[in-house]
């Protein structure tokens, strides 16, 4: 048959990508309402983890909207009503933060300049054109998921969802305002959650010292400055050396401030590290506040303030803290209580929008009880975080990660959902005198409602059931949850993932998600992490430019395990163009002895028999996209196409051609059309827009767009 001209020359992804896209858009199929599939089709959803409105997608946002993308168009294939569900994240810390440095780099104002309506719209604006250009990267990787659900953490329907579930949990006593040990970061003024700590490898220094000549026990910190907070020492109750002093009470005074110890035998402390004996301050330490509230002590005394500078009375009085350390070692010297000094890194905890170190400290905040009965449920909500996963109805790939999963629940602490920024859901808490309104805004005047905004993680946890419609009852939330498979990386695992299931289980009464898929790192050639400042950052718009959608789709596939890192360099994903293009030679050959008319003819034993292998690839392939082996599964077709299609059966076929034999030509012809209907099918999900410019080439009778086409399994 003559073959269109376009297989003439060179495949050219820039010449078809942007059509093939906007094809794939207007059929509607993105929408599993419009797929034609039986009343009874199984759905399967994907809730897509939202991307920061922060700036751009990088490769790792790449990794995971390829392998979720994969799984989506397979499941299509497979005759499943699909649902992928696309999305936006308002990553209120980050957000504001990068709004107020380009604010003050461009005009030299702060938010205080501003005022909180000004920087909000300026906010506001920033993040509508970064949406823009996400759903951009989005549409050029190929991501076929649903436009018309697509939903951002801070819109109407998920601030009424945010409002709703507060309310719910407020009223069930697993939301209190209470004072607690935050992080604060006095360059941001604001709490930050762990995720958002960076810890900084400094060199620092070990002091060991008594409080007082006369006090019997010496202590060990790097921190001495902290100790004219102390209320308390802490040794571990199977330490023979200081058991007689269990129970004591001394009065120091500790660098100018009168101070009263108790000692306390607790089996946190490590009789092995420094002396055994470690200085409680309560308010100045998440787990000294920990210890204090086992021992029933004092949590009371802050002697550091929001800008972390000293608040006792003399020779520390103002100073900041690290030059209150400096003056306390010295004090120490002067009075001859330190016994030894010696140098160690330490990891120092810093703020990772900011840079500000942070300084633990009581505060005045909005809490989730993660250790309290749920009403109707007989269980707190830290245990139906860990019961699912325990009980195998939530699965986490790689495995191994579900030990550390299990470990860092079972350590969770109360959960701090308030923020001192502006940009983000409104704590809906509402103040008239003494009087509290929890939810909704009161009618009547005199109300003032909280100035604090809420973790962005409050709202974003509730990511699988708000995009289906709760607090309503609808009929995607029934069809649709719980979702099947989240393809998160590994870094958000405790902080985002283990919130959904938090959120979902209190919320829906059920599990979020079935599967847990995580995603390592994405590192440039020589392993470093992809980053502004190395100036190493790959845009997978110009990957597409460059290469083509396709060949960095299968560049990032190939090879990446869950949770492992991989390196990735430009000449790894010209291999994958060279692929497509391959394949594109393998379909003009094909098309060039193709006869339409004789398209199924009977097959010769020999080409039966070819047949009969690509069938079991076939197999292999299904079951390795069934068990979410991505990376095997790309594999496979891969070394199928290039190896055995192109290098073997293609150039056994020239001189079949090339002869007089007519039947084994009508065979082969058969067979070549066979063999790359299967394969464009098989390879799909893995390059979908190479796949489909050929199959819309192929000379089949009712064809339909290959996206929508039968799974050849």
């Not at 751009?56 to 990794?63: E, T």
């Not at 989240?486 to 979902?504: D, H, K, Q, S």
């Amino acid at each position: 048959m003559a073959i269109p001209e376009k297989f003439l020359k060179p495949y050219d992804p820039r010449a078809v990508e942007r059509d093939i896209y906007r094809r794939w858009e207007e059929s509607g199929f993105f929408n599993p309402d419009n797929l034609v599939l039986p009343k009874d089709a199984p759905a399967f959803t994907v809730a897509m983890p939202p991307p920061n409105a922060t700036g751009i997608l990088h490769m790792g946002h790449a990794l995971g909207l390829t392998i979720q993308d994969i799984i989506v168009r397979f499941k299509r294939m497979r005759g499943f009503a699909v649902l992928w569900l696309p999305g936006t994240d308002h990553a209120a810390i980050a957000t504001q933060a990068r709004v107020e440095k380009d604010i003050s780099k461009k005009e030299g104002k702060n938010r205080h300049d501003l005022g909180r309506e000004e920087l909000l719209s300026r906010i506001d604006a920033f993040v509508a054109e970064s949406r823009s250009t996400i759903q951009k990267q989005i549409r050029v990787m190929g991501a076929s998921c649903d436009w018309s659900r697509e939903a951002f953490t801070f819109d109407e329907q998920r601030n009424r969802t945010v409002n709703v579930l507060f309310k719910r949990m407020y009223d069930a006593g697993l939301i209190y305002r209470g004072n607690r040990i935050v992080n604060w970061d006095p360059k941001g003024q604001t709490t930050i959650s762990d995720d958002e700590i960076v810890h900084e490898e400094r060199p620092g220094k070990l002091y060991t010292f008594r409080y007082a000549k006369d006090f019997p026990i010496a202590i060990a910190t790097t921190r001495p400055e902290t100790k004219v907070g102390d209320v308390a020492v802490a040794i571990h109750p199977d330490d023979a050396r200081y058991r007689q002093f269990v129970g004591k009470q001394y009065q120091v005074l500790f660098c100018d401030v009168a101070i009263s110890i108790t000692i306390v035998a607790d089996r946190d402390v490590d009789p092995n590290f420094g002396t055994g004996a470690v200085g409680v301050t309560p308010a100045h330490s998440h787990t000294d506040w920990d210890i204090a509230e086992r021992h029933n002590l004092s949590k009371d005394k802050v002697v550091i303030n929001e800008f972390a500078k000293m608040t006792v009375g003399g020779r520390l009085n103002g100073l900041k803290t690290a030059e209150a350390r400096e003056v306390a070692v010295a004090w120490l010297r002067e009075e001859k209580l330190l016994e030894k000094e010696e140098a160690l890194p330490q990891n120092i905890a810093t703020a990772e929008r900011t840079g500000g170190v942070i300084e633990p400290l009581p505060k005045l905040q909005w809490w989730v009880a993660v250790n309290k009965p749920v009403p109707g449920r007989n269980k707190t909500l830290k245990e139906l975080m860990l019961e699912p996963v325990r009980e195998g109805s939530i699965k986490i790939m790689p495995e191994h990660f579900e030990k550390t999963y299990f470990h860092w629940i079972e350590h969770l602490r109360d959960w701090c959902i308030s923020r001192q920024i502006w940009y983000g859901h409104r704590v809906p808490v509402w103040y008239h005198g003494e009087k509290i309104a929890v939810g909704e805004t009161p009618s009547e005047n005199g109300w003032i409602q909280d100035e604090d905004t809420l973790d962005t993680w409050f709202s974003s946890g509730s990511w699988t059931f708000s995009t289906l419609g709760w607090p309503d009852e609808t009929p995607d939330l029934a069809r649709f949850h719980p979702t099947d498979v989240l393809v998160p990386a590994y870094e958000i695992l405790f902080f985002w993932v283990a919130r959904m299931i938090l959120m979902t289980e209190f919320a829906v009464g059920r599990i979020p998600f079935r599967t847990v898929y995580l995603t390592g790192i994405i590192r440039d050639a020589q392993g470093r992490k992809f980053s502004k400042s190395l100036g190493n950052g790959i845009d997978p718009i110009d990957i597409a430019e460059k290469f083509g959608a396709d060949a960095g789709r299968m560049a990032l596939v190939v090879g990446s395990t869950p949770g492992t890192d991989m390196r990735i360099a430009e000449d790894k994903i010209k291999g994958y163009k060279h692929f497509a293009n391959k394949l594109w030679n393998i379909a003009r050959f094909t098309l060039e002895h193709a006869d339409s008319e004789r398209s199924a003819e009977p097959l010769s034993e020999r080409d039966a028999a070819i047949l009969a292998e690509l069938d079991a690839v076939a197999k292999d392939v299904t079951d390795n996209l069934e068990q979410y082996r991505i990376h095997l599964a790309a594999e496979k077709v891969y070394h199928y196409i290039w190896h055995r299609l192109a290098d073997e059966v293609l150039e056994e076929s020239k001189p079949i051609f090339n002869g007089t034999d007519v039947d084994a030509q009508r065979s082969r012809s058969a067979l070549l059309l066979t063999l790359l209907d299967r394969s464009l099918r098989l390879l799909h999900p893995f390059m979908p827009f190479v796949t489909e410019e050929i199959y819309g080439a192929l000379p089949h009778k009712g064809k339909k767009l290959l996206m929508t086409e039968q799974w050849p399994v």
